[in-house]
């Protein structure tokens, strides 16, 4: 059953970069039409307010709820149908949507009473990507393998952030280099599994960006404007993203990310040095007040940035995202990564560049979210 499930949600990848919209777009034209008249500066809305039968997430903005069942999804290791009848997401039908409700009870519960209020007990811990919960420690057939070894540097060997990002921005090819580009312009393919999709990204300084996958059924894009974010899917109304979405994707959309780094966050704390394929790089956090830290990764040798990690929280727990950067090469005196992979416990995709353009003209009307379709009467959400 889980395998069919599995096999399901890759094709679910190629809808959409984030999955958010998949969720949101299945709960019928009535939540998202909600969400796009919610622009981002307005008070937000309510759970209770946008959906129908809400009885534990009261008072949770309602921008976090789909966060939040992706956050289940990936700690039982299920779909949405493990509790959900089809289009009818307020329906109870389900035992385990009950029992799910129950599980929420006891957690707040257990965090409340016995960790003073701090989030250290969530879905994962007990369920580690499965729905029954194992009770009894386990006898291996084998010796476990022990981890791969990283020696352990004191933390006042390890470099200073500033200079792991001064380096970074060397290896790139160095501030007045990078500076000089006004648009970047990339075709390439994306790659989830068997599937293969064209994929064409557009970016435009400072901080404009679309990603557009051409799938058989239509374009599937993801995009920041300047302002905000958004996402849209074949035959879907586009949509503006959450707040913790949109900070997401203005971090992609800064073409001057190496650069502007040190002023993105508030602050840096390199903590560790790790192995990525067998070589070694920093772990650098970098925080911004209200927010989970990034996690940057450069690596020890070239300096470059190899990973980044970066969760958005939810109420019940965080979602982790990992892009890893690959294949640099120059482009106009600048390195940049022709492939990248970006990873969530429901699955991954790559996506290989294979031509790029950069100082070519981009029109601003490029990144601008398409207007909603009129209703028409009697339509039906897909
Ligand atoms: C393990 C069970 C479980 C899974 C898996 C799950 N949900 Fe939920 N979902 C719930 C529960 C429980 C509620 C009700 C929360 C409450 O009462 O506060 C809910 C509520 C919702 C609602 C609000 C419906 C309404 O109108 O009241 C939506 C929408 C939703 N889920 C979408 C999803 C999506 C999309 C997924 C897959 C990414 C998903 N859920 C996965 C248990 C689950
Ligand atoms: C303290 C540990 C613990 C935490 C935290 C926890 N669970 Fe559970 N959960 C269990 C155990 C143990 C079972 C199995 C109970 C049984 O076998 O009857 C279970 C069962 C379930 C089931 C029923 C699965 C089935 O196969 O029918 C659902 C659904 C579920 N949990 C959802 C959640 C959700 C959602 C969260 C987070 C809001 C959560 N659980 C947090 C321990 C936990």
New binding site residues.
């Given amino acids: 059953m889980r395998r069919i499930f599995r096999q399901s949600s890759v094709a679910l990848i190629v809808f959409v970069f984030s999955l958010i919209l998949a ?1 949101v777009g ?2 019928g034209q009535s ?1 998202s039409s909600t969400a796009l008249q919610a622009a981002p500066t307005q008070t937000p809305k309510m ?1 209770e307010q946008v ?8 008072g949770v903005p309602a921008d976090q ?2 966060p939040a ?2 956050f ?2 990936a700690s ?1 290791g ?3 149908e ?3 009848v089809r289009n009818a ?2 329906k109870d039908d389900k035992d ?2 009950v029992t ?2 129950k599980m ?1 009870q006891m957690m707040f519960t257990a965090n409340k009473e016995t960790f003073e209020g701090k989030r250290e007990v969530t879905c994962y811990t007990c369920h580690r990507g499965s729905t029954d919960p194992v009770g009894t420690p386990v006898i291996f057939e084998s010796e476990p393998k022990p981890a791969t070894e990283v020696a352990a540097v004191p933390s006042e060997n390890l470099p200073k952030a500033d200079q792991l990002i001064d380096k970074y921005v060397e290896t790139l090819g160095g501030k007045d280099a990078i500076l000089k580009i006004t648009s970047r312009v990339e075709k390439g393919t994306l790659i989830a599994g068997e599937m293969k999709a064209p994929v064409d990204v557009y970016a435009k300084a400072p901080d404009r960006r679309i990603a557009i996958v051409h799938m058989p059924g239509g374009d599937s894009s993801t995009a920041f404007d300047g302002h905000v974010g958004w996402l849209s899917a074949p035959g879907r109304p586009a949509r503006e993203m959450s707040a913790a979405e949109t900070d997401n994707v203005r971090m992609d959309a800064e073409l001057f990310f190496a650069t502007d780094l040190k002023q993105l966050f508030h602050s840096f704390r390199v903590r560790s040095q790790e192995k990525i394929n067998d070589r070694d790089a920093y772990v650098v956090f970098a925080f911004n007040e209200g927010k989970p830290p990034v996690k940057l990764y450069f690596d020890a040798q070239s300096g470059l940035l190899v990973r980044l990690m970066r969760y958005v929280d939810t109420p019940l727990g965080s979602n982790p995202t990992q892009i890893d950067f690959a294949d640099y090469r120059d482009a106009g005196g600048v390195k940049v990564p022709y492939r990248w992979t970006i990873a969530r416990p429901s699955g991954r995709f790559t996506i290989q560049i294979e031509e790029l353009h950069q100082n070519v003209p981009v029109d601003d009307s490029k990144f601008v979210m398409p207007p909603p379709p009129p209703v028409a009467a009697g339509q039906k959400s897909p």
């Fill in positions: 969720g299945a709960c939540a759970a959906f129908k039968n809400i009885q534990v997430l009261k709820v789909i069942m992706q289940i999804a039982l299920v779909e949405c493990f509790c959900h997401f307020e385990e949507k799910a409700r929420m």
